[in-house]
């Protein structure tokens, strides 16, 4: 077993008992990058001296005594969020050369921790995609079959855990980013209540919408990685005040007497065999493990995808005009007036489907159409929104396939926007709501991943943490994709 | 739902993006496509349902009037595109 | 056509900056005046990527204190709305502001002009925050621009009125009133050369009776009340010299030019913008309960109105008098300090509105900046009531004092102006005058009254002010009766 082979919980107690330094952990997994990141193109920019200073501080610690969830344990970040004199582009033209000089509150919590920074991971540019293709700088690769997609938009950061190139990572989910990217890299990914994680520093894509979440390789370190992070911040007038409870506590219960609903909408047409057989074979395990399993019926589901692609593109569309070359950024050469600078800069520095959802909020939001597309878009919002409390009110959890599909190769999807849409049907209601959702490995299809995703109520975290540990230690160790 | 090149147009121009004609074309076959299925949304009654304003029941969130330190000059402008002396700079608004 | 058919219809937009410490959304120092460029920005209000707002509680309080102030109605939800437009100044490419659900709303202030009220409607008003200052520069051929940010998102709120003024003097008048409000308030200085205060005016002309409105023409960038009014002037001859000649008055948007007293069109090629506004998904909505409303309602100061009415019931003055006392701040404290050391209130106000207004308009300084005490003027009364001074001399040591803050017993002393006394020094220089202004002697004689007042002039001119007038006109018509 080698020293990148160590889950979090893992290398703390290695950590912990000396038995290997924060210096020697993060030495082993920048050696990992340099081997492997070539072919799997997760990291945008590796930290390296970063790293270096970041485990050397955190030995200093570990010696001095002290003893903490993270410290020490190397992590990747999504290039989303901003760190401190450390260059963040959002996978765009459009901020290449941006160096912030301030930390997202998450980043900062996550230093204070002893967390050790590894680098920032390969996404799809703003956070709008589904399979990290729309980076503006190169693509990812899924470590299961380096022709295929890792998922997106958090698809370096689901990559790198797959790989064994981080400990632990985190992304965003604003429609499904941190949930798909996880079950088509079989790893674990959380997208926590909206609310529960700060988003500030977090560069915004949809505001209602994104949220903060961890990629793991078990369910115990994905709520390590959240419970690090997760909690009330002055600078987010939308984070929610509540206290963050005890994840890890959560997790030793069996299941009986819990009651999960299944939602018939989720299973697709044109939902893989594959993914539906697996799923299907999981959420029997959940029966035989002493859940109350049961059917649920979730009217509005399919009206989901229309309502998030005129709600989040409308966010997006004010959340990008900032990006005028102005402030920071990049600006086009040999502009002769604002206006020329804004266009051309806009031209140049966002990528084809920036732009067209920047288009496609913009319509939604214009004079004549605002009630019919925006407005109508929300209040079907509350009618997805209520689907889900009415289900909770008969169910504790529902679980569901996190992507109709395993991954798909390398442009497959690229020539067809709606055809990309379509992969975030089973996350995108779960987004709309404001709820907790994560995604667990329950089986492989071909050889690829499938992913299990277990929804809570709001605040419901503990109870997703218990179901998905419970199903962890009934479907015992998922394997880790080889690579060569 | 089809909409047409001008519509494009005016679009670009409220979002100020400069895109070329080919863009256009594409955009339109495609924004058309996507609002056609936005078109489903009208199958559904919504009358008397009010619009998620906020999906958290959080209200009246407000600080203190306190002030705190801003950032130093060289951070606001190390990014700038342009600059001169203590100002960022941007070429004449022409309106 | 004569000019007097038409009837304007004119409505004011003022954006006042609101005195917090901090700026609307984030906690870099508000008071920017005198800053150096860009040392009071932070990544929040200059829009760095990931950035959110935080709503400064004190703006929304301050937006509250002000409304209950103007009458306003305050709802029981309020929220934020961006409003979306491209420009340099504008950090987010988005501005939030109120939409739908404003602070408050459906209010009125009450005008005096030349004696007579007038109430004007606030239609509404809202919290939103200001944007960079934008600098325009000029290097041979080329025009380039320079931003300072430290501006960028200072509370305003936006008044906006029904048009229901009806002249240039009511629309400067809405302003001072505006303006003494907000500083009474302590929200605001309302100083609008200083740029506290910036006001946009929209103005239409109709035939008189008529319900319809005429074309409206809205003129930007008045940087003072007396601006506004010179604007309007200007703006209603040019609307009634073009519906007079039967052409139509062109809906736009105009600029005034101070030096030239006349107002200029901005038409650009920009069609009007659609501002897209939706709902601020990063600041949760503002829910007013009642008692929050009565706590501020507690917390207001007397305003310039009651101030007005209980001047006119507590000293007896006529409203002309007390409309003139409570016209700022510091005019209506200058007043209450002085009636307290001297129970002639009349006689306080005909010199404040007489002679300390006068004095300040002449040295174009506003009173907070002057030398003027209210016991320099109290003195001065004294020594006039004791017969010390003459009522000519009590003008001139007042003067003085207010200019340079000497003290006027001082002034008195060191300068010799004691009333002269003497009745021989009097019979001498009444003699003196008759002597040297036979003509008016003789119009006198030949029954002209007013001549009298000509000799005692020449008196009072001979002796520097310093001879009681009532005296000397007393021993002039003896001497001249006699023969």
């Known amino acids: 077993m080698e020293a990148y082979d160590l889950n979090i919980q893992e290398a703390r107690e290695a950590l912990r008992t000396g038995q290997i330094s924060s210096v020697e952990l993060t030495e082993a997994y920048l050696d990992r990058i340099a081997r492997f990141d070539r072919s799997v193109q997760a990291f945008l920019a590796v930290t390296a001296d970063r790293a270096r200073s970041d485990a050397r501080r955190a030995d200093e610690r570990i010696r001095a005594g002290e003893d903490g969830p993270l410290l020490g344990v190397p992590l990747a970040l999504k290039d989303i969020f901003c760190t401190n004199g450390i260059e963040t582009t959002c996978a765009s033209r459009i901020l290449k050369g941006f160096v912030p000089p301030f930390d997202a509150t998450v980043v900062a919590r996550l230093g204070a921790a002893g967390a050790v920074l590894l680098g920032k991971t390969n996404m799809d540019e703003f956070a709008m995609g589904s399979s990290t293709e729309n980076s503006a700088f190169m693509s990812t690769r899924n470590p299961w079959d380096l022709e295929r997609v890792p998922g997106g938009s958090s698809g370096g950061s689901a990559a790198a855990v797959a790989a064994r190139m981080a400990a632990g990572a985190f992304g965003t989910d604003t429609g499904g980013s941190i949930r798909q990217p996880a079950a088509l890299c079989g790893v674990v990914g959380i997208k926590p209540t909206y609310g529960r994680v700060s988003r500030y520093g977090v560069i915004a894509f949809a505001s209602s919408l994104d949220q903060v979440g961890p990629f793991a390789r078990t369910v115990a370190d994905a709520a390590t990685l959240l419970a690090a992070v997760a909690g009330s911040d002055p600078y987010d007038s939308t984070s929610l005040p509540n206290p963050v409870p005890d994840y890890q506590a959560a997790m030793g219960r069996d299941l009986h007497g819990v009651r999960v609903g299944v939602p018939d909408e989720y299973f697709v047409r044109g939902i893989e065999p594959g993914v539906e057989a697996s799923v299907r074979q999981a959420i029997d395990t959940l029966a035989e493990l002493g859940a109350d399993v049961g059917p649920v019926s979730m009217g509005h589901t399919a009206y989901a995808l229309a309502t998030y692609y005129l709600i989040a593109p409308a966010e997006a569309s004010a959340n990008l005009a900032r990006y005028d070359s102005v402030k920071y950024g990049y600006r086009a050469p040999g502009v002769t007036s604002t206006l020329d600078a804004y266009l051309r800069t806009r031209a140049d520095g966002f990528g084809p489907e920036v732009k067209r959802r920047i288009m496609l909020g913009t319509y939604a939001l214009s004079a004549g159409y605002y009630d019919a597309f925006y407005v109508k878009a929300q209040k079907v919002r509350t009618l997805i929104k209520a689907d889900f409390d009415n289900a909770f009110a008969d169910f504790d959890v529902l679980v569901a396939p996190t992507s109709p599909s395993v991954a798909f190769p390398l442009g497959a999807k690229t020539q067809d926007p709606l055809a990309m849409y379509l992969s975030d049907v089973c996350t995108l209601p779960v987004s709309l709501a404001g709820l907790p959702g994560l995604s667990m490995p329950c089986g492989l299809s071909d050889g690829l991943p499938v992913g299990l995703q277990i929804i809570g109520p709001a605040l419901g975290e503990e109870t997703i943490f218990r179901v998905a540990a419970a199903y962890e230690r009934a479907r015992g160790p998922f394997p880790a994709p080889s690579l060569s | ?95 | 056509m004569a000019r007097a058919t038409y009837e304007p219809v004119i409505g004011l937009e003022t954006h006042v900056q609101l005195q917090t410490k901090s700026k609307m959304f984030c906690a870099c120092s508000a008071d920017y005046a005198g800053a150096e460029p860009n040392t009071h920005v932070c990544p929040i209000c200059m829009a760095m990527p990931g950035t959110l707002p935080v709503m400064n509680r004190r703006a929304v309080e301050y937006a509250f204190l002000t409304a209950l102030a103007l009458n306003c109605e305050i709802p029981e939800a309020s929220k934020f709305d961006r409003k979306n437009y491209p420009y340099p100044d504008l950090m987010k490419g988005y501005q939030i502001s109120q939409y739908d659900l404003p602070f408050s709303s459906h209010g009125h202030l009450t005008v005096d002009v030349d004696g007579e009220s007038h109430r004007v409607g606030i239609t509404r008003a809202h919290l939103e925050e200001d944007t960079a200052k934008l600098l325009h520069r000029r290097n041979g051929e080329s025009t380039y621009s320079l931003i300072d940010v430290n501006r960028a998102g200072v509370p305003l709120l936006e008044i906006v009125s029904e048009p229901d003024i009806r002249t240039p003097a009511q629309a400067r008048a809405y302003l001072q009133k505006l303006r003494l409000i907000v500083q009474t308030l302590g929200v605001s200085t309302g100083n609008m050369e200083e740029g506290a205060m910036r006001c946009d005016v929209n103005v239409s002309l109709r035939p008189i009776g008529s319900a319809a409105f005429g074309t409206k023409v809205e003129v930007k960038n008045l940087n003072s009340a007396r601006s506004v009014q010179r604007a309007l002037e200007y703006e209603i001859d040019r609307q009634t010299e073009l519906l007079d000649r039967g052409e139509r008055v062109i809906q736009e948007t105009r600029g005034f030019d101070e030096d030239r007293g006349i107002t200029v069109s901005q038409r650009s090629k920009e069609e009007a913008h659609d501002y897209r506004y939706f709902p601020e998904p990063d600041l949760p909505p503002v829910f007013i309960s009642r008692e929050w409303v009565e706590d501020l309602r507690g917390r207001l100061p007397e305003l310039p109105d009651a101030k007005r009415d209980r001047y006119c019931e507590q000293f007896g003055l006529s409203r002309y008098d007390a409309v003139q006392l409570t016209s700022s701040v510091a005019v209506s404290s200058y007043f209450e300090r002085a009636v307290a050391a001297y129970q002639k209130p009349k006689v306080l106000a005909n010199w404040i509105h007489g002679e300390l207004f006068r004095i300040l308009n002449d040295t174009g300084i506003d009173l907070e900046a002057s030398a003027a005490t209210p016991q320099a003027l109290v003195t001065v009364l004294g020594l006039l009531d004791a017969g010390t001074i003459t009522q000519a001399v009590a003008k001139q040591v007042f003067e003085e004092s207010v200019k340079t803050g000497a003290d006027p017993e001082r002034i008195v002393s060191q300068r010799g102006l004691t009333q002269i006394r003497d009745t021989a020094a009097l019979e001498q220089a009444a003699a003196d005058a008759i002597a040297e202004n036979p003509q008016a002697v003789a119009d006198y004689r030949a029954g002209k009254q007013q001549a009298i007042g000509f000799l005692t002039g020449q008196v009072m001119k001979a002796t520097r002010g310093k001879a009681n007038p009532t005296a000397v006109t007393e021993i002039l018509r003896r001497r001249l009766d006699q023969g």
């Open chain 2, 1 to 95: 739902m089809a909409i047409s090149l001008e519509d494009v147009e005016h679009i670009a121009h409220l979002a100020r993006l400069g895109i070329s004609d080919d863009e256009k074309r594409t955009f339109r076959e495609q924004l058309s496509a996507i609002l056609e299925h936005m078109r489903t949304l009208t199958e559904l009654d919504t009358s008397g349902i009010p619009p998620t304003a906020q999906v958290i029941p959080l209200r009246n969130v407000m600080r203190d009037d306190e002030v705190r330190p801003s950032l130093p000059r060289e951070d606001v402008l190390r990014n700038a595109p342009d600059r001169e002396g203590e100002f960022l700079r941007v070429p004449p608004v022409l309106d």
